[in-house]
Structure formats: C-alpha cells, structure tokens
C-alpha cells in the first residue's frame, strides 16, 4: 500500500515537502485514522492553563492551533473533492494568519475543539474512503501548483503531525 514517501515529487509543490515529509510511513487512511486517536490524547494530556499559552507575542495558543488545524482539514479536504469530481478549475490559496484572528478559539471551550476537529476528522477519513484509486491519482492545480488527490491526503496528516511537534517542542 502507498505511503507517503511514494508520492511523485510532482504530486505536491516545494511548500507542502514538509508536510508529506511529515506524513509518517503509514498508509493514507492509516495515516487520517491514526490521527484522529493522536490528537485528541495528545490535547487532552495538555493542562488547562497551557492551552491559551502564547511562547512569544503574536504567536498562537494552543486553542488557536487546534482551529488552524481544523480550518486547513476543510481547506484541503475541499481541493481534493473538487480535484476527484475532475473539476480542472484553479482553486485559490489561503491566508491562514487571517484566518486566526476572525476564528475566536479561545472563546471556546477545548471539548468543542475537540468535538469540531473529531466532527471534521471524521468526515474526512469516509471522503478518502470513498475514493477508487483513480480518483486519488486526479491531479488539480491549487495555491498555484499541482497537486494530487492522493498527495492531499497525506498533507494533512502531516500537517497534523507538524503543528503537534511544534506544540511538544514549544
């Protein structure tokens, strides 16, 4: 089964490398499953008063991350549906630091984060799922490179996998 690291190089731009990069050595819906388990331990071992932590002045809590996260799912998982229904349409990038301000996660509680970023989780994994791997092979243009359907996917496993290193390390 296809693992991150046998993706193209052309399947995804110099940008999303990281992210890919990221992606572990599991399958893709090894990968989104996987995922899901992971973050909602690794947040709920996080304690509360850590959560709207800021390490430095304009930096995002945790909260924020959690959103961000949950923003480019949608994001993502929006390209590759457009992308697998054969829609040739070139699909814009997006600002995510304009995103944050306007998301207001830190008005909310972390349990309906977590119920949000399960809700979106969720949906993506059945998306993929319902996939036939020609499907995942489609390739769209988005943010101004090409990219797959397959490559989507694990870009947001790893992107996943990217911020909760980031927050570790933090």
Known sequence: MLIASD???HEYSVFNA???KAATDKTLLEGLKHGLS??????????AEKLEYRYAEGK???KDIVLHMIDTERIFAY???RISRGDKTPLPGFEENDYVP??????RS???????YENARKATISFFESLNEEQLLFMGTASNTAISVRAIGFIITGHQNHHLRVISER
């Open 7 to 9: 993706l193209s190089t």
């Open 102 to 107: 306007f998301a207001f996660a830190n008005n």
């Open 110 to 116: 972390i349990e309906s984060l977590l119920d949000e």
């Open 18 to 20: 990281t992210y890919v």
């Open 60 to 62: 995002w809590t945790i």
């Open 38 to 47: 992971q973050l909602l331990q690794f947040i709920e071992n996080v304690p």
């Open 79 to 81: 390209r590759a549906l």
